[in-house]
């Protein structure tokens, strides 16, 4: 079974709003990243979190990870149409030996 | 150029047929990885290998098999192609440092079996 689950599975929203997505887990972690994949193409690493961090940012993106909750999201601020792509969290769990289980995703539109 | 380069792109095959699926890199990364993506399941791993020497059955190896040829070569083969195994399937790397390193993709291959 998948280890993160996603949620919405798909989220339409303007130019210029923020766009959320969540994600949670079902065991301990070591750490959990996010990615984005434009329509048919191979995934792109955006962020990591390691598992005694609680928030982190990269430019317009903010990561947060509650362990108490196995809960994250992705914020992304003022969005852009060029946001437009599939969104996955990956977990390494404490148990994977470093292999990442993903996610179904959610797919993010932004309207011009 | 990529980085991660899988061949071919897109793959149309026969049922029964044997095919294989090809991924090299030029980030010298150790670890190499196969996935299979699927519309509403996510990325599953197939194998992965942590060196040359080191081959690992991932959730869904059933029907696949792989050679590591050396640190820049992973190939993924299907022996006996069957039509659920039509597909997007991506080849990864990571490094072994720091711990958690992320993957870096290929653009995939697109397998579909008739």
């Known amino acids: 079974s998948q280890q993160g689950e996603e949620d919405p599975q798909a989220l339409s929203i303007q130019e210029g709003e923020n766009a959320t997505m969540n994600c949670s887990y079902k065991t301990s972690i070591n750490n959990l990243q996010w990615y984005r994949q434009n329509s048919g193409r191979g995934l792109v690493h955006l962020i990591l979190i390691r598992s005694n961090e609680r928030e982190k940012h990269s430019g317009r993106l903010r990561v947060t990870l509650d362990t108490s909750k196995k809960s994250s999201s992705l914020l992304i601020t003022a969005s852009r149409a060029a946001d437009t792509a599939s969104y996955f969290c990956a977990t390494d769990r404490e148990t994977s030996g470093s292999r990442l289980t993903f996610g179904e995703g959610t797919q993010l539109t932004v309207n011009p | 150029d990529a980085d991660v380069t899988q061949t071919p792109r897109n793959r149309i095959t026969k049922t029964g047929k044997r095919i294989m699926l090809e991924c090299s890199q030029t980030?010298?990364?150790?670890?190499m990885y196969w996935y299979r993506q699927d519309p509403g399941l996510g990325l599953r791993l197939i194998y992965y290998?942590?060196?040359?020497?080191?081959?690992n059955k991932g959730e869904i190896s059933d029907g696949y098999s792989v050679s590591r040829q050396a640190q820049a070569k992973f190939s993924l083969s299907l022996e006996s192609a069957i039509p659920n195994q039509t597909a997007l399937y991506f080849c990864a790397t990571s490094g072994l440092w720091p711990v958690g390193s992320p993957l870096h993709f290929g653009n995939g291959t697109r397998l579909t079996v008739t």
């Open positions: 290998s942590f060196d040359v020497k080191d081959i």
């Open positions: 980030k010298g990364h150790d670890r």
